[in-house]
């Protein structure tokens, strides 16, 4: 129809995509056959109960792990034609993660471990960054400040600023509220959210937590190995 805008290519996408552990008798089918797209800006929230295949998704989407059948497509590229080093490359220039875990660095100070993924890709105003990223999730002050001076909010919320603070095309979020209080689970879900939008990031969000999927444009079900509608 003339006049309508495209729908834009997706970020990221699994086709059919299966995962097996094992052999045999003893194989387990962790992903089952799952079809997904997700476009620039979209934030999408996959819950389930624990052991159902959420976190081996994740590690498919952002190019950890390879598929027994199937195919990812990331930033358009089938993952599964790409050497190590130039899958390497590819995941350093579109992906941001954010773990249940912070992964900050602890040698590094608060402005050390957000320059890391500047540092990677050999960005200039590596301090300028920094400090607008700092500011954006209100930690300018703790910018001196080594993690184990950080509350599990403020070290969650660095998390977030480093993920978001090379403007990926996509950012995959594993349970990042897990080990946070109600207060600043809701200010992490609000920033992933928020800059997301700012910068047109697609976002994979999975969580145990209503509350954040409801953040979400949408939210899907995985159960068994199987993605489906959340229920209702």
């Known amino acids: 129809m ?17 995962k097996r552990y094992g052999a045999g008798a003893a194989a387990t089918e962790a992903l089952r ?30 190019g950890m792990d390879v598929p027994s059948s199937g ?4 930033d358009g590229h089938d993952t599964a034609t790409l050497s190590d080093d130039a899958l390497t490359l590819l995941r350093r220039r579109t992906l941001g993660f954010v773990f249940q875990a912070f992964h900050l660095l602890p040698t590094l100070t608060v402005a050390e471990n957000l320059a890391v993924p500047l540092w990677l890709s050999s960005a200039g105003d590596v301090r300028e960054r920094v400090a607008a990223a700092a500011a954006r999730v209100g930690l300018t002050a703790k910018l001196p400040s ?12 660095v998390a977030v600023a480093r993920a978001l603070i090379h403007a990926p095309r996509l ?4 349970e990042p509220t897990g080990n946070l209080d109600t207060t600043a689970a809701a200010v992490v879900i609000e920033l992933l959210h928020q800059l997301s939008r700012e ?8 969580t145990h937590s209503a509350e954040a999927a409801r953040r979400a444009d949408r939210t899907l079900h995985l159960g068994d190995g199987v993605l489906g509608a959340a229920p209702a």
């Open 33 to 62: 056959s799952v079809t997904l797209a997700v476009t620039p800006g979209e934030f999408v929230a996959i819950m389930g109960r624990s052991g159902g295949g959420k976190t081996t998704l994740l590690n498919l989407l952002g």
């Open 171 to 174: 950012v995959l979020a594993d």
């Open 199 to 206: 910068q047109g990031s697609a976002v994979v969000l999975v």
């Open 71 to 74: 195919a990812i497509y990331l």
């Open 2 to 18: 003339a006049g309508t805008n495209p729908q834009p290519a997706p970020v990221v996408r699994a086709e059919a995509v299966s």
């Open 146 to 157: 080594f993690p184990n001076q950080l509350s599990g909010g403020e070290a969650q919320r």
